[in-house]
């Protein structure tokens, strides 16, 4: 996918920060308010790896792990089961964050347990992460991982992308693919997209240490970031499918800014998206993903 032309109006907030604001506002540990920035970090990695979500899920629900949907190393995903058999089911298929630096599929299932005891599949994807991947081979690996769920279950009823963090930028990625060119169109439309806490546009993270693994040039953030996609003049329709916006209440404000911009785009006309934005959620952001899911798609309170 090429860059997007540089004819943005206006001189982006971020820009007029200094250094160590900048790094700050690109820094989600930092904003935590219940545990400090080294304790938030093990307490997330605990949660999805050692002992309760991946763990109980691959101990309780029928799985197919590490199933390749390329050749290349990281191109694995797993795929959790309902008790009840069956090839048309709707799937969610959840892209995890990390700043594509840090995380994976094996530490991932949040999801899976919640979701399958309602009937559901859950896939969790697993993408090669920075240094030895680049952005676009991860938004490559994306692609290709939709193109593989669809082709392995042609029935389903439906794929729900969920994506957190980088995770969101990707799953956003998807919306603006060219299924085209893949050869097959995942079954996206008319279901809903959730986006938690996600950066769309990359151009900020050029300028902080975050890049230091990801060695993003401008050039490159842009032809990576949703934002800028959605904004060109010359932009291809995604489909058509309903695209929720979520942020933490504790997150940075350029966080809060980022998702407030990227909702605004898709309510113009000629991008023909249908946006919503959640109001900034409170707690810990993936139980109320979780939260949000259940109540979009099974209308429980």
């Not at 199933?67 to 009840?84: H, N, Q, R, S």
Request: overall charge neutral; glycine content about 8%.
């Amino acid at each position: 996918m090429d860059a997007p032309r540089e004819d943005r109006k206006g001189e982006a907030p971020w820009r007029k920060m200094s250094g160590e604001e900048l790094e700050k506002q690109y820094s989600p540990s930092r904003w935590t308010v219940r545990h400090g920035a080294e304790e938030a970090l093990r307490t997330y990695s605990q949660i999805g790896s050692e002992g309760t979500a991946t763990r109980r899920a691959r101990a309780t629900r029928r799985s197919l792990l590490d199933v390749p949907y390329g050749a290349g190393e990281g191109e694995t995903l797993d795929v959790y089961f309902p008790e009840a058999a069956s090839e048309a089911l709707p799937l969610f298929v959840f892209l995890h964050g990390g700043y594509c630096r840090v995380g994976g599929k094996d530490e991932s299932a949040y999801l899976a347990g919640p979701l399958t005891v309602r009937g559901a599949a859950v896939v969790v994807v697993g993408y090669t992460l920075a240094p030895k991947g680049t952005l676009d081979q991860m938004v490559d690996q994306v692609a290709r991982s939709l193109a593989f769920v669809q082709k392995r279950f042609p029935d389903n009823e439906g794929i729900y992308l969920c994506g957190h963090s980088a995770g969101a930028q990707l799953a956003a990625m998807m919306l603006l693919a060219n299924w085209t060119e893949r050869g097959v169109t995942p079954n996206l439309k008319g279901f809903p997209c959730f986006l938690l806490s996600g950066v769309y546009d990359l151009e900020p993270i050029v300028h902080t240490s975050v890049n230091a693994p990801l060695r993003l040039t401008p050039e490159g953030a842009r032809r990576n970031s949703p934002q800028w996609h959605l904004e060109a003049p010359s932009r291809s329709p995604g489909p058509a499918c309903p695209v929720l916006v979520i942020v933490g209440q504790h997150d940075s404000p350029e966080f809060h800014r980022q998702s407030r911009e990227f909702y605004q785009v898709p309510q113009q006309p000629s991008v023909g998206w249908s946006a919503s934005r959640a109001s900034p959620v409170r707690g810990p952001c993936l139980f109320l993903l979780l939260q949000i899911i259940l109540k979009t798609i099974f209308q429980e309170s």
